[in-house]
């Protein structure tokens, strides 16, 4: 079974551009969770989709959005990128719902510059 | 608040001797609690987890406790060998579907051969 994947692996990007990350969750998975892994920071929960929709995020401003389309993958898009977006994206996929753990994806390196 | 304290930042252990990691979490309703270990360069990946009504879970060499009370967990590792050196994570989920994980800053430990 294929785990959870997510391209491109390595991104850079100048400050104001936009970035588009990818992520393909288990098969079967219906929920797709995005976080986002700064230096130093821990992980910080960024957005939920399952089953479309958009089912709740977290405290990043509005430039952080993203979709996700009927296959169940999902992208997250950064418009007008600061440096301090530079960071791991990290996605994840579960089965049953966050109270019973995620399955992550290996991440994007974003770099902003 | 939504808030989960880890400690020690970073750990340093003899191969053979014992590491534990403590958290604390702030929502009274919070009621899983995973564990994932993130090596250098890759995936976190959930090693053990433990709900609010055990109050102790172990697997092999790992061991999770919770005090509900004291609203406190740990991560107990045994027999501590080289491959164990990674960045631990704790976390915890929040009251209602919310999608959401909070994470701890993370632990590094190293395992001294």
């Known amino acids: 079974e294929a785990g959870v994947t997510q391209s491109p692996t390595h991104l850079i990007k100048t400050r104001g551009q936009q970035a588009t990350l990818r992520c393909s969750p288990i098969s079967g998975h219906t929920s797709v969770y995005w976080y986002q892994q700064a230096l130093g920071l821990g992980l910080q929960f960024l957005l939920w989709?399952?089953?479309?929709?958009?089912?709740n995020r977290g405290n990043f401003p509005p430039r952080f959005s993203g979709r996700q389309f009927p296959n169940y993958s999902s992208e997250l898009n950064v418009n007008a990128l600061e440096l301090e977006d530079s960071a791991l994206y990290l996605c994840?996929?579960?089965?049953?719902?966050?109270?019973?753990?995620?399955?992550f994806g290996s991440g994007t390196r974003l770099t902003v510059v | 608040g939504e808030n989960v304290e880890q400690h020690p930042s970073t750990l340093s252990v003899q191969e053979g001797d014992s590491a534990v990691i403590k958290c604390t979490y702030s929502d009274s309703a919070s009621n899983y609690f995973p564990w994932y270990k993130q090596e250098l360069g890759k995936r976190p990946q959930l090693i053990i987890d433990i709900r609010s009504n055990v109050g102790e879970k172990k697997d092999q060499r790992i061991a999770v406790t919770l005090n509900k009370t004291a609203k406190h967990f740990s991560l107990h590792i045994t027999e501590t060998q080289p491959e164990d050196s990674a960045v631990y994570f704790c976390a915890a989920s929040l009251s209602g579907n919310t999608g959401k994980l909070i994470f701890g800053q993370g632990t590094t430990l190293q395992v001294k051969p």
């Open positions: 989709y399952d089953e479309g929709e958009e089912r």
């Open positions: 994840a996929s579960s089965s049953q719902g966050a109270n019973y753990g995620y399955t």
